[in-house]
Nanobody
């Protein structure tokens, strides 16, 4: 599975960005997908996850109410709509997947995810 993120950039606080993650190499119909982020000097942290059907999502408390995760199964693509961005959202954003085979709540630990993209930089200035 190959994952390629896009949509990052430099914005002002309060602006919005939409990240995309396109998968290739395998149909991800039974894979759970997630977005993680890593700020300089910090550990990689979970931001949002979505089940293979799209019916179950979860979010980190820090992004809940501002970020929305979605996926287009037909296009093997996942999205992260980020609104009301804050300087503390500045990080490299990674998409990742793991085989779940079910519709349970997405896991939050990076070690549970099997495949990773290269990341896309998001910079939010005040």
């Amino acid at each position: 599975v190959q994952l390629v993120e896009s949509g990052g950039g430099s914005v002002q606080a309060g602006d919005s960005l939409r990240l995309s993650c396109e998968a290739s190499g395998r149909t991800l119909s039974t894979y759970t997908m997630g977005w993680f982020r890593q700020a300089p000097g910090k550990e990689r942290e979970f931001a949002a996850g979505i089940s293979w059907s799209g019916g179950t999502t979860n979010y980190a408390d820090s992004v809940k109410g501002r970020f929305t995760i979605s996926r287009d199964a037909a296009k093997n693509t996942m999205f992260l709509q980020m609104n009301a961005l804050k300087p503390e959202d500045t990080a490299i954003y990674y998409c990742a997947v793991y085989y779940s085979g079910g519709n349970g709540s997405p896991k939050r630990s990076p070690s549970d995810y099997r495949y990773w993209g290269q990341g896309t930089q998001v910079t939010v200035s005040s």
